[in-house]
């Protein structure tokens, strides 16, 4: 059943000097108050990004080799 996520934070690292330089002002761990469900966002000076891609692939993706 699908459902809208409700996150809430759960982990909020202090980023490196090295994540910094990248661009990256802050990571946070948030996960879902219904499911359980956990993404890694990340802050950059353009805002709120999701870290890992969570695209679940279909019947139109296309394997290439």
Known sequence: MKHKHEYEAVYHPSPTAEVKALGIKEGEI??????????????????WFPLFDDHKPDEHDILLA
Request: net charge positive; charged share 40%; hydrophobic share 20%.
């Open 30 to 47: 948030r996960k879902c108050k219904t499911c359980s469900k956990e993404i890694t966002l990340v802050l950059t000076k353009d805002g």
